[in-house]
């Protein structure tokens, strides 16, 4: 489980991913719905 923070409005979600390849994965921000790559979204493992 990753914690993430939208570059946009710095607001953080949790982000769970299948595998462990996170290159090139994106996730939609659920409060503002700007793309994000999870791979620079990163702000620790939880």
Do not use: W
Not at 4 to 27: E, H, T, V, W
């Amino acid at each position: 489980m990753l914690l993430l923070q939208c570059p946009k409005c710095k607001n953080r979600m949790k982000y769970q991913s299948k595998d462990s390849f996170l290159s090139g994965k994106k996730k939609r921000c659920v409060y503002c719905g700007f793309h994000i790559m999870v791979n620079m979204a990163i702000i620790k493992k939880i």
